[in-house]
């Protein structure tokens, strides 16, 4: 994969993160993308979503999903921190 490929899902990956932003950050939370690499996304959650016990379903069922949806190229995400 090129450096100009890898920009492109780079951008695409964070205009991702924009679609599911808004609905974190209503509840004191945000994302932020850290990484990507051989297909492979790193995110950090941040804010109440650091704490909240909803985690792991905000991460697979929002961000993870939003992301593997946005760009087909992404073989999977993981929470960092």
Partial sequence: MSVADTSNI???IEEALKEIRPF???DGGDV???DFTDGV???ELKGACR???MRKMTFHNG???TIKKAVP???EVLSVD
């Fill in 10 to 12: 780079i951008l695409q």
């Fill in 24 to 26: 974190l950050l209503e």
């Fill in 32 to 34: 932020e993308f850290k």
């Fill in 41 to 43: 996304v790193k995110v």
């Fill in 51 to 53: 704490t909240c016990s």
């Fill in 63 to 65: 961000v993870e999903e």
């Fill in 73 to 75: 190229q992404v073989k």
